[in-house]
């Protein structure tokens, strides 16, 4: 079974950060969206800055400084890197309230659960992702096929009118095209 | 050897340019307010680990501004691959002190952080590609160097040796056990940022009007 039906191409990501004005992508690269990382690297955005970090903590910070500097960046990490980096997005997001985009993917979501709701996967780090954003009151949008991609400019919107983070969930290994 | 924590805070406060933006955590936010008040101080609290990040973010958005970090040892270990994120990105207006002091809850527990007075950050950062980095324990070499310190181009780490003002606080214990933490201890890094945007708006905005003028 292939993850492609429920791919969101990279280019159509891109597009959508484009539309968000973003200028800074934050990241400890995510192994689902490796198409979109490739993307950045071969410069299909050469006007946005790529920021390679050590911790998904400092990418949580480092996007705060920026944003508070007056730039528009987007975090890029994987689940297992929002788990990671939890004391650190309560820190900027629900206490100091400092608007964050963040662009999670799904790591280790089996394809048999693709097209079901990913709080039934079989794995522990999969179906509790979304259960601990409940916990944390941030809210998330779902991207599970290359029609939700818009959900990105939604999300944006959200995370700066509530002045908070908004987490957007990459389902599936995001596509090469 | 070592320098009393406020010491040092007052030979950089000499120093500070209206301009620049400090992001401060731990024992170095204590006496910075005082010292040297301004709309472009930032803490980092309660955030162990976060000032490096922080300050990186702050310094690659505006380049136009130095951005000094005081951060501490414990919180700096806590992200101690932060040194290779700044290093990372080469932000030449990146001046980063690490207060040492070797403990946790300096001067109420005075606990040891791992490997308190054995490690070199100076060493480490220049490893993972700071471009300088100085270590002080006496105040006359640190008041002798701070002018260069700062105007040259960085990123820079600068570690000193600083001693745990145990007069400040007093120790923790039955009799005079730690403090409830207050709501603004949590909301505070939220409204200084708020507070260090508006100032670099109105500083951009002055900045147009003024090159209108001209």
């Known amino acids: ?177 | 050897m070592s320098i009393p924590s406020r010491t040092v805070g007052e030979v950089i406060a000499r120093r500070r340019e209206a301009n620049d933006i400090i992001v401060s955590t731990m024992s170095a936010m204590r006496w910075l307010y005082e010292l040297s008040p301004s709309p472009l101080n930032l803490a980092c609290v309660p955030l162990m680990g976060g000032a490096a990040g922080l300050g990186l973010g702050l310094a690659l958005a505006r380049p136009d501004r130095r951005v000094l970090v005081l951060d501490g040892d414990g919180s700096l270990l806590m992200q101690l691959g932060s040194l290779a994120t700044v290093a990372g990105q080469e932000p030449s207006n990146f001046i980063h002190f690490v207060f040492d002091n070797g403990v946790w809850f300096e001067g109420g527990a005075d606990l040891k952080i791992p490997a308190a007075g054995k490690i070199d950050f100076a060493a480490i950062a220049l490893a993972t590609g700071y471009h300088k980095a100085h270590r002080y324990s006496t105040l006359t070499s640190l008041e002798t160097d701070m002018e260069t310190l700062l105007q040259q181009p960085g990123p820079t780490l600068i570690h000193i040796d600083v001693d745990d003002s145990r007069s400040e606080r007093g120790p923790w214990s039955r009799d005079n056990p730690q403090g409830e933490i207050p709501d603004s201890q949590l909301t505070r890094m939220g409204d200084e940022a708020r507070t260090v945007m508006q100032a670099l708006r109105e500083y951009d905005a002055d900045d147009v009007t003024h090159s209108k003028e001209i």
Request: hydrophobic residues 40%; negative net charge; aromatic residues 6%.
């Open chain 1, 1 to 177: 079974m292939s993850s492609d039906k429920f791919a969101v191409p990279a280019s159509e990501i891109l597009r959508q950060l484009e539309l968000c004005q973003i200028t800074d992508v934050v990241t400890v690269p995510d192994y689902v969206q490796i198409s979109v990382h490739r993307s950045l690297a071969e410069g299909k955005m050469p006007d946005t800055r790529v920021i390679q970090c050590s911790t998904e903590n400092e990418v949580i910070t480092v996007a705060a400084g920026l944003y508070i500097g007056g730039r528009r960046p987007i975090a890029i990490m994987q689940n297992q890197g929002m788990y990671a980096s939890l004391n650190a997005l309560r820190a900027v997001g629900l206490d100091a309230r400092l608007p964050l985009l963040l662009l999670v993917g799904q790591f280790a979501r089996e394809f048999s659960n693709l097209g079901h709701d990913p709080k039934t996967s079989s794995r522990a780090l999969v179906r509790n992702t979304e259960r601990l954003l409940d916990a944390l009151e941030v809210p998330y949008f779902r991207l599970e096929s290359a029609t939700d991609a818009p959900l990105i400019s939604k999300a944006q919107e959200l995370c700066l009118e509530r002045e908070g983070p908004v987490v957007v969930l990459v389902g599936a290994h995001t596509g090469w095209d």
